[in-house]
């Protein structure tokens, strides 16, 4: 057994004292707090004029289930139209051609710019500016046939989505480091076969945390629609609290659906983000 080692001179010898545990009272008054704002509303909930026999009946309605699969294809129909774009304008954002990054530049300033419920709403009154569109000699067709609800929230949706996801791009596009572009140029590769085989690639794994969130965020932002007629979750429960005027109980009906469907799509990007980077911990060992 190793012999204690003998204290400096003039400094007190501390090994006999007990140790004093910080008591951390702000915590314990904190969660109490928590719990009694959380007690306090689980109560209004449980005794307000909830009918929730309505809450359990149209849970599992056939207009609330087909609201959820709108909501959801419209969703991903959206986000994939916002990945395209986003893509597109990040590398004209890149580009050294000047007229290229204004435009690019100008697309994003707009559609971040203004509400996305404007954009919809002007979607969907198309006609009021354009009577008719398509191709002169071609084809035409009155602009209130072709603009539906659903190709009015599509393009909304999937267009405003293009603006920030080009903003996620650039910055996953930039993060991957100059002497990869300097390595393809090196082997004859042109930019933009550079861009798909080499840096895309390499951006992922900076870009699929954000883009996760963003796709999680449409499915919400889908709620939208329903001011303009898209029989989407939110509409449709909207649809029968107007007939039957159990508001409160719809609501809720719609928002454990969300809930339900943001409870899925989490876990699913957390998986995707562990595929995408394991080439960087493979690296880091």
């Known amino acids: 057994m190793k012999p204690v080692p ?118 969907f009154n198309l006609a009021l500016v354009f009577p008719t569109i398509g191709i002169p000699g071609l084809w035409s067709a009155r602009a209130v046939d072709v603009m539906t609800p659903f190709l009015a929230a599509l393009l909304g949706l999937g267009i405003n989505q293009g603006a920030y996801t080009s903003e996620v791009m650039r910055a996953g596009m930039l993060s991957v480091d100059i002497g990869q572009y300097e390595a393809a140029q090196a082997i004859g590769m042109g ?35 329903s001011v303009i007629q898209y029989p989407e979750l939110l509409h449709n429960a909207e649809n029968i609290y107007y007939a039957n005027s159990r508001v409160i109980e719809l609501l809720i009906v719609a928002g454990l659906w969300y809930l339900l469907v943001v409870s899925i799509l989490t876990p699913l990007q957390m998986l995707l983000e562990r595929r995408f980077a394991r080439g960087t911990l493979r690296l880091a060992r």
Request: net charge positive; charged share 15%.
């Open 6 to 123: 003998a204290l400096a001179e003039g400094f007190p010898d501390l090994s006999g004292m007990r140790v004093a545990r910080e008591p951390h009272w702000f915590r314990w008054i904190s969660a109490a707090l928590i719990v009694l704002v959380l007690a306090a509303i689980a109560r209004a909930f449980a005794n307000g004029q909830i009918e929730w026999s309505y809450v359990s009946r149209f849970l599992t309605a056939k207009v609330i289930l087909e609201g959820i699969v709108n909501t959801m294809v419209m969703a991903m129909l959206a986000m994939a139209l916002g990945i395209f774009l986003g893509v597109v304008v990040a590398v004209m954002r890149l580009s050294p051609n000047p007229v290229l990054k204004t435009v690019a530049a100008g697309y994003t300033w707009l559609f971040r710019g203004t509400p996305l419920i404007l954009q919809l709403l002007l979607w």
């Open 191 to 225: 930019r933009l076969r550079a861009l798909r085989r080499i840096v895309l690639p390499q951006a992922m794994r900076v870009v699929i945390p954000p883009l996760g969130n963003e796709f999680i965020g449409m499915v919400k932002a889908t709620s939208l629609a």
